[in-house]
């Protein structure tokens, strides 16, 4: 009867290990679809650009297609007062202004918001300045992800972790048993 408990316990412990790492690729794979959200592949002006003249347009590129009627463009100045703001529409991963004729020399802020076919937003702006170089114009501008973003980006962290536990649970479980049995 001893040597019957310990099979049973053995293969307890086998099934068990077996449905958790079933159970965390799952998880594994999910924390890579949440977080893989849209994001700016290029502007033009680049972002921290230092321009002689000012552009004939501001242009941003995305890695995925745009939701039409929900994206806005404004452009703000130095300190951050907003001079222009108008929706735009994409043209699949595109969006574009013209800029403004009567805009003086100095350094901008141009703020985008947009909404990606799966339904994410990104908010982010670049900063260049023409007609006269500034220092602040070279600095990055860090993007703030939305709070429902955030909050999904934060699954793959938490699912690792509880990985390496029911792993490490498991691997114990498993050696005391079998030492057990020695």
């Known amino acids: ?15 068990f290990t077996a449905v958790a790492v079933v159970l965390l690729s799952f998880l594994g794979l999910g924390a890579g679809v949440a977080s893989a959200h849209t994001e700016l592949m290029s502007s ?3 972002n921290g ?9 501001v242009s941003f590129v995305f890695g995925e297609p745009l939701l039409p009627t929900l994206d806005t463009v404004s452009i703000n100045d130095a300190e951050g007062s ?4 108008q929706k735009v529409t994409p043209t699949g991963n595109q969006i574009s202004i013209q800029w403004p004729n009567d ?10 918001r947009v909404v990606s076919e799966d339904g994410h937003p990104l908010s982010d ?24 973003e ?3 980006q934060a699954i793959g962290p938490w699912a690792i ?8 649970g498991s691997i114990g479980v498993i050696y005391v048993l079998v030492k057990r049995r020695r």
């Open 1 to 15: 009867m001893h040597t019957k408990i310990h099979r049973n316990s053995a293969q307890f412990i086998w099934r």
């Open 44 to 46: 033009t002006p680049a």
């Open 49 to 57: 650009a230092v321009l002689a003249n000012p552009p004939a347009s």
């Open 82 to 85: 907003n001079l222009a703001q």
């Open 103 to 112: 805009l003086p020399a100095g350094e901008y802020e141009v703020a985008y």
């Open 125 to 148: 702006a670049i900063r260049f300045s023409y007609g006269r170089p500034t220092p602040e114009a070279t600095t990055a501008v860090t993007p703030d992800a939305p709070a429902d």
């Open 150 to 152: 955030q909050s999904t």
């Open 161 to 168: 972790g509880l990985g390496i536990v029911l792993l490490a």
